[in-house]
T-cell receptor, first 116, second 114 residues
Framework: DTGVSQDPRHKITKRGQNVTFRCDPI?????LYWYRQTLGQGPEFLTY????????KSRLLSDRFSAERPKGSFSTLEIQRTEQGDSAMYLC??????????????FGPGTRLTVL | AQKVTQAQTEISVVEKEDVTLDCVYETRDTTYYLFWYKQPPSGELVFLIRRNSFDEQNEISGRYSWNFQKSTSSFNFTITASQVVDSAVYFC???????????WGAGTKLIIKP
């Protein structure tokens, strides 16, 4: 399987708990993106990495959100002290940077988070 | 500022009808890329097409066609002879050469009735 994978696909947690999601990008892709999508809306950009460097994180929704990509391969997105408003689909995408064809991103299936 | 507008929130047609989804964009960059993605009920976003700002040639892929017009800042998507399997939410997105982000429209929900 050469697509983007995400784990878990579904997560139900209680308010105040911490959650961590994992994304494995397409192997030759050096850019990795995290988005959040709520019902009826388009994806909302959160952060992105080029290799292991996090080049944009100002869009992370609060300081409860953090992301890492320690070896430039898989990435994790952590939400601390979850709130009910964090309930959403969290999407990961990857792309091949430095491409003359623009920033074509390939998406994983998403992790659906429900905060009770 | 960059922006993508999909004015049609929901479209419902009967199978075999043709349908056009509108996308209007705003950007100050001269180099940019436009995309269409499909999000079926299963939820996974599927890449359909990319267009760069220097190529206004329209494209056809089977029943799908795209009309890119820089003069009106539009990148419309037409499905010919629609099928029930085309039912999904379709997103138009913009990426500028100076910015790695994809700027998304709000999406158009397409319902194809049998």
């Amino acid at each position: 399987d050469t697509g983007v994978s995400q784990d878990p696909r579904h997560k139900i947690t209680k308010r105040g708990q911490n959650v961590t999601f994992r994304c494995d990008p397409i192997s030759e892709h050096n850019r990795l993106y995290w988005y959040r999508q709520t019902l009826g809306q388009g994806p909302e950009f959160l952060t992105y990495f080029q290799n292991e460097a996090q080049l944009e994180k100002s869009r992370l929704l609060s300081d409860r959100f953090s992301a890492e990509r320690p070896k430039g391969s898989f990435s994790t997105l952590e939400i601390q002290r979850t709130e009910q408003g964090d309930s959403a689909m969290y999407l990961c995408a990857s792309s091949q940077g430095f491409s003359r064809w623009g920033n074509e991103q390939f998406f994983g299936p998403g992790t659906r988070l429900t905060v009770l | 500022a960059q922006k993508v507008t999909q004015a049609q929130t929901e479209i419902s047609v009967v199978e075999k009808e043709d349908v056009t989804l509108d996308c209007v964009y705003e950007t100050r960059d001269t180099t940019y890329y436009l995309f269409w993605y499909k999000q079926p009920p299963s939820g996974e976003l599927v890449f359909l097409i990319r267009r760069n700002s220097f190529d206004e040639q329209n494209e056809i892929s089977g029943r799908y066609s795209w009309n890119f017009q820089k003069s009106t800042s539009s990148f419309n998507f037409t499905i010919t002879a629609s099928q029930v399997v085309d039912s999904a939410v379709y997103f138009c997105a913009l990426s500028e050469d100076s910015n790695y982000q994809l700027i998304w429209g709000a999406g158009t929900k397409l319902i194809i009735k049998p």
